[in-house]
């Protein structure tokens, strides 16, 4: 197999672009490498792994890397099924810089053996984008029919919307080409606003891709089934199977993809009306997850998606088939969690109204989610005015009397109000949540930030954490917002916690840097050290490099601690529900009795105690 990386280079602001080589062994994919040019060029990565175009499942992932807008650190988010026809560009990575003096479509094309065809050609933005289908959806539709005539293979498309032009975190939409027409499968690296990275600091608004090159990908199945059955004593496609049964179907729980597992295993853990949840009593959790969830939510779900199965793969061949939809409705825990139960919202009607708007706009749907919470929980409680917002309405915050379809759609459309007011800059997230909040509290003279749950970086960095409720997902690491941390529900004393994180982050890195699906993670963290090692003879340099691409973004680690109380809060009240769970031991017992005494500095305590255990662990010279 070729042992070259392969570096697509385009200055936006002149169309310029060079090629280049890096060799297999001084880097490994699209992490190692995207660390190395960003810190160099500034520019902004797209790539995929070594083994894209493989046989293996889950492998044709297409990995973003760059500086965040958002987070304001290094960060790396990723796309299924989007590398595939990437692949068939003969690169591993285009690395963008420089800025289109005007914003314009990035024409990539390569036909057969020749040289890849850049074009970078202005268009206009805001038209296109108030056009058809609207935001990013008009964006896809504008460049596939202007483009697509060009391509002897189905292309595919990365598109941007106006939340790109007016936030910082901005996401990046793509969906899979079937049988020469765009389908409704949207998948996303909607994490790290690349989206507003792509568009406001280098003038892109929508990439299309594709071609007819051939390269050498590794298909001997034969072979790779030799691996598999020497280590798990089944057949790489058996193994593959058995490992993502929660994405496709568990029987176990009669439903399937992260939606409905995820909700289906909830009871006691619930995070609805901006995290209020967390200081009701066991029994009203576990009463509004069976009357709102288990007997409305879920079983909508469950009737709409499972049962008529509607699900799809991101584009590439894959057995997880994880895209759950409900016609033109992707269905996903996380987005549909924010927008949903932590926005006062349990009915699918009104989840998918105000998942779609999000979308269309081009939202960090997980992140847009929890400022919609915020700011609900805000106007609820009178802190803030409808006015203050450019909204007209005011939200049915509590469980008490909650009609599930009626006051679900009320909020949704709220919700929907404060995505215009966002776009339209009445709520102005162009630096971030943080420093809205800021600005905005001093205005109000009460600190509003105390009512947003999010983990802070530097001085405007910020992050709406993954939807756990659990210590591991407000943890001071270098990259948050993904899964490069802890994210089990049993308590972990902080110290060790951080240590875990810091071994997560790594593992998470393994596959990322391959490109590989992290719902393949069961098998692929670790069968690609040896699959590297198989192919190239470098696995134990594979691993070496992966503890010191951790180390160099771990070394770059600005977090800050907690501003919020409620963050001090969501630590708190995740002891006490371990406490009614049983739990009694002693280190417990020591952090429950701190934070009775004393939670915010009980939490100054805890989070520096996580941050030691991840430092003394990714240390380049540990």
């Known amino acids: 197999m070729d042992s070259n990386l392969k570096v697509l280079f385009v200055n936006a602001s002149d169309s310029f672009y060079r090629t280049k080589k890096y060799k297999v062994g001084d880097f490994f994919g699209p992490v190692d490498l995207g660390l190395h040019l960003s810190g160099k060029y500034k520019s902004l990565n797209i790539g995929t792994g070594l083994l894209a175009g493989s046989i293996f499942p ?3 992932r297409l990995i973003f890397t760059g500086f965040s807008p958002c987070w304001g650190g290094f960060y790396v988010s990723s796309m299924g099924g989007a590398g595939l026809i990437f692949d068939d560009l003969g690169i591993n990575m285009l690395s963008i810089v420089g800025k289109a003096p005007v ?3 990035l024409y990539l094309n390569r036909i057969h053996g020749e040289e890849i065809q850049v074009e970078i050609a202005p268009i206009e933005l805001k038209n296109i984008w108030e056009q058809g289908r609207g935001g990013i959806y008009s964006m896809m539709d504008y460049v596939f029919s202007n483009y697509r005539s060009r391509y002897e293979n189905d292309p595919r498309i990365l598109a941007t919307g106006p939340a790109a032009l007016s936030t910082d975190f901005g996401g990046i939409a793509s969906v899979p080409v079937k049988r020469g027409a765009l389908s409704y499968v949207d998948t996303w690296a909607g994490r790290g606003g690349f989206g507003s990275s792509l568009l406001q600091e280098h003038g892109i608004a929508a990439i299309i891709y594709g071609g007819t090159h051939i390269d050498e990908d ?37 439903t399937g993809g992260t939606f409905g597992v995820n909700y289906a295993t909830m009871g006691n853990k619930l995070l609805a009306f901006n995290y209020k949840s967390m200081n009701w009593s066991k029994e009203e959790r576990l009463k509004v997850h ?10 909508q779900f469950n009737e709409e998606t499972i049962k008529t199965k509607q699900q799809f793969t991101c584009g590439e061949p894959c057995s997880a088939v994880c895209k759950k939809m409900n016609e033109e409705y992707k269905k996903d825990y996380e987005p549909y969690q924010t927008m949903g139960p932590l926005s006062g919202i349990f009915d699918q009607r009104a989840a998918e109204k ?52 009626k006051d679900s759609m ?16 009445k709520i102005d997230l162009s630096e971030g949540a943080r420093k809205y909040a800021r600005r905005l509290s001093r205005s109000k003279g009460i600190n509003l930030l105390n009512r947003f749950v999010y983990t802070a970086y530097a001085r405007k960095g910020w992050m709406v954490p993954n939807q756990y409720w659990t210590p591991g997902a407000l943890s001071p690491m270098s990259i948050m917002g993904k899964y490069y941390m802890y994210y089990g529900d049993e308590f972990v ?12 982050m790594m593992a998470e890195l393994v596959i990322d840097n391959m490109g590989i699906c992290r719902f393949h993670r069961m098998w692929a963290e670790e069968m690609v050290p040896e699959i590297i090692e198989s192919l190239y003879g470098l696995g134990d340099k594979y691993l070496e490099s992966i503890k010191y691409t951790a180390s160099r973004i771990n070394g770059r680690n600005s977090s800050v601690f907690w501003e919020s109380e409620r963050n001090f809060n969501f630590i708190f009240s995740f002891l006490k529900r371990k406490k009614e769970e049983g739990l009694d031991s002693p280190e417990f017992i020591k952090w429950l009795n701190a934070f009775e005494t004393n939670e915010k500095e009980a939490s100054l305590d805890f989070w520096y105690e996580i941050h030691k255990g991840v430092q003394e662990s990714l240390s380049e010279f540990n």
């Open 354 to 405: 105000l998942n779609h708007h999000a979308d269309m706009y081009g939202f960090d749907a997980i992140s847009v989610g929890g400022v919609i919470s915020w700011l609900m929980e805000c106007l609820d409680e009178g802190l803030l005015d409808p006015a203050d917002l450019g909204v007209t309405l005011k939200p049915v915050f509590s469980q008490k009397g909650f009609d599930v379809v």
């Open 290 to 299: 069976k009357e709102f969830i288990q007997d409305h939510y879920l079983k």
């Open 493 to 504: 004393a902080p110290r060790e916690l951080g240590r875990i994180n810091a071994s997560r």
């Open 58 to 60: 889950g492998s044709n």
């Open 410 to 425: 009320h909020n949704a459309l709220l919700g929907c109000e404060i995505l215009d007011s966002i776009v339209l800059k």
């Open 218 to 254: 590794f298909r001997d199945r034969k072979v790779a089934d030799e691996w598999f059955e020497n280590k798990y004593a089944k057949k790489l496609a058996a193994k593959d199977l058995e490992i993502t049964t929660k994405y496709r179907f568990d029987p176990n729980f009669d």
């Open 103 to 105: 914003p314009s479509v």
